[in-house]
T-cell receptor, first 114, second 113 residues
């Protein structure tokens, strides 16, 4: 599992509340990614990080922010959750060895916004 | 940006038959093409990948082919087994520092007995 954990694994929240999802890795990888997975859309990149305090937007970044204050933790925050953000969220890390090296995914977080 | 289209969205085959999933990409600069398998309720896992300097790659019962001119690549699974039932995603990447993957929308493969 490449030492990736996500927390929480499941969360139900109400519209308008803030939500933070955590991705934790134990192998000191530089690159980390947040994706959301929805039926009919596959996996879409939300934000990614290429180092501590270095982050950039993906294709579906509106409504999301991220932070990375330590190598091992990459946090995804929904400032004010909406029903359209109900999804399964996967964190990924890029393995060592170069830009085309395999991305390993965490176990996922199922988020429901009521 | 890159756009990846994947077909079919669902595929049902009998055990022992072959399955083929096709993807096209839009960015001619993309040069790395991984395939991921996702079983129900689990995380996506890499099963095979191909780089643009190679036309075909095989690993036991699975193979991937790449046609750079036409900008399409395909996954071939031979002698399918029930454990091959899953959702398969193709992806494309232009190798840069950030290396952001763009995924297809997935193919649900069902292998029936």
């Amino acid at each position: 599992d490449a030492g990736i954990t996500q927390s929480p694994r499941h969360k139900v929240t109400e519209t308008g509340t803030p939500v933070t999802l955590r991705c934790h890795q134990t192998e000191n990888h530089r690159y980390m990614y947040w994706y959301r997975q929805d039926p009919g859309h596959g996996l879409r990149l939300i934000h990614y990080s290429y180092g501590v305090k270095d982050t950039d937007k993906g294709e579906v970044s509106d409504g999301y922010s991220v932070s990375r204050s330590k190598t091992e933790d990459f946090l995804l925050t929904l400032e004010s959750a909406t029903s359209s953000q109900t999804s399964v969220y996967f964190c990924a890390i890029r393995g060592s060895g170069g830009p085309s090296n395999e991305q390993f995914f965490g176990p996922g977080t199922r988020l429901t916004v009521l | 940006g890159e756009n990846v289209e994947q077909h079919p969205s669902t595929l049902s085959v009998q055990e022992g038959d072959s399955a083929v999933i096709k993807c096209t990409y839009s960015d001619s600069a993309s040069n790395y093409f991984p395939w991921y398998k996702q079983e129900l309720g689990k995380r996506p896992q890499l099963i095979i990948d191909i780089r643009s300097n190679v036309g075909e790659k095989k690993d036991q019962r699975i193979a991937v082919t790449l046609n750079k001119t036409a900008k399409h690549f395909s996954l071939h699974i031979t002698e399918t087994q029930p454990e091959d039932s899953a959702v398969y995603f193709c992806a494309a990447l232009r190798v840069t520092t950030a290396s952001k993957l763009t995924f297809g929308t997935g193919t649900r493969l069902q292998v029936t007995l």
